[in-house]
């Protein structure tokens, strides 16, 4: 993840990781959900498809990406935004 632009173009400011044991499976959809998120019919549909809560979501100007590895050594599989 880059925080409101990276503070190094091409780098994260900070590591993300899954929760134990997590599975992103081919061609399947990982929702992450806001931990604040409320009850309502719209927010209940929401919470009912969540597979982790990360309460550090973007304002616009972050940038996330998938990898594979860990924070020393890892391929950048997708991202939304950039490092930038």
């Known amino acids: 993840m880059s925080n ?4 190094v ?3 994260y400011d900070f590591w993300n990781s899954f929760d134990e044991g997590v599975v992103v ?4 959809v990982f929702v992450i959900c806001h931990p604040g998120t409320s009850s ?3 927010a209940d549909e929401i919470l009912s498809e969540c ?13 996330y990406c ?3 590895g860990d ?5 950048i599989l997708d991202c939304i935004g950039t490092w930038d």
């Open 71 to 75: 924070e020393f050594s890892f391929t």
């Open 40 to 42: 309502g019919p719209i």
């Open 66 to 68: 998938l990898v594979e």
């Open 51 to 63: 597979d982790q809560f990360h309460s550090y979501l973007s304002n616009g100007d972050d940038g």
């Open 4 to 7: 409101n632009g990276a503070t």
């Open 9 to 11: 173009d091409g780098e």
């Open 25 to 28: 499976a081919p061609y399947d």
